[in-house]
């Protein structure tokens, strides 16, 4: 029975000096999708790396936020992911409306489908406080999933062997992790090769629906493990009104009420944040009768 929704927990094999982390997504992933009418093989993906960004973000040492990226010139050209040390999550995809039949298949495979064309490509970046600016690493998406595309990543990135698994079916999204670390082979020479073999047993209806100390008994019966407690997930879609009236004054009122007068209101749309901002001409003729900042966070209208 699955009881901790939402969450990221960290845990590791104190006999085997190998670490581990589950994460299991409901609500914040169903936010990330809302409205959007994603075909199911864009919304298992979103949720495949939804869930493998908390798995990083949650390993974060100091605040910021930690950025993945996708690109690929297959059907699902486009993933976008952030979380903040915070685990909030924000995300968006873009796909070819011309692959809908097929995307409606949440097991088409997606990735590399020109045999690994170097269009393919895995962007991480790393904006954390401590850094004066953003740190970025591009590398080739390797693999026909995310899984496999992360776990080679990894593996080149931190030179720590790894073993990945990600599932998502629409509604819930969960990720499982191990590394092995420096002094595994010490600990014990086969440790790693065992639980390696049964990771490979794990289903996506064991990863979806089991609580993280019912899952890894289950897949690792025989060894001993140490769980941290758990940390909560959210979706990071806070709306920041002042910030959008901000950027309309930056283009000028001119500029603002020729879009008014065009369309009857101006729309934002904050696609990683998964929001729309409407303003009617009354709240346009606000946002410019007052100076920079002075608005209300709570909607649009201003007195």
């Known amino acids: 029975m699955l009881r901790e929704t939402d969450r990221f927990v960290r845990f590791h094999f104190p006999e085997l000096s190998i670490r581990g982390a589950w994460v299991h997504l409901d609500e914040s992933y169903r936010a990330l999708c809302t409205g959007r009418n994603y075909p199911a093989a864009v919304s298992h993906m979103l949720g495949e790396l939804a869930s493998m960004t908390t798995l990083m973000a949650g390993q974060l040492k100091h605040p910021g936020r930690l950025t993945f990226?996708?690109?690929?010139?297959?059907p699902i050209n486009l993933l976008v992911m952030d979380c903040t040390d915070k685990l909030g999550l924000r995300g968006m995809a873009q796909w070819h409306p011309e692959y809908l039949s097929q995307l409606q298949d949440p097991k088409m495979p997606c990735l590399n489908g020109q045999n690994g064309d170097e269009q393919s490509r895995l962007v991480m970046t790393l904006d954390a406080h401590q850094f004066s600016t953003p740190w970025q690493s591009h590398v080739p998406l390797v693999g026909q999933s995310l899984?496999?595309?992360?776990?080679?990543?990894?593996?080149?990135?931190?030179?720590?062997?790894?073993?990945?698994?990600?599932?998502?079916?629409?509604?819930?999204?969960?990720g499982l992790f191990l590394q092995k670390m420096p002094g595994a082979d010490e600990a014990d020479e086969d440790g790693w090769n065992r639980l390696c073999h049964l990771f490979g047993t794990l289903t996506d209806a064991e990863l979806l629906s089991l609580d993280p100390s019912d899952l890894l008994t289950r897949l690792f019966p025989e060894e001993l493990i140490s769980l941290a407690p758990?940390?909560?997930?959210?979706?990071?879609?806070?709306?920041?009104?002042?910030?959008?009236?901000?950027?309309?004054?930056s283009l000028g009122q001119p500029e603002v009420e020729s879009i008014l007068k065009e369309h009857g209101a101006v729309v934002i749309n904050d696609d990683l944040s998964n929001l729309e901002y409407r303003f009617s001409a009354a709240d346009i003729a606000a946002i410019f009768a007052q100076p920079s900042g002075t608005g209300t966070a709570a909607g649009p209208t201003l007195h």
Not at 150 to 171: D, I, K
Request: hydrophobic share 35%; no cysteine.
């Open 69 to 74: 990226q996708t690109r690929d010139p297959g």
């Open 147 to 174: 899984a496999e595309a992360f776990a080679h990543y990894l593996v080149q990135s931190e030179q720590q062997p790894t073993e990945l698994y990600l599932a998502a079916n629409g509604q819930q999204a969960a």
């Open 230 to 249: 758990g940390q909560p997930v959210h979706h990071a879609g806070e709306r920041n009104w002042d910030k959008v009236r901000d950027m309309l004054r």
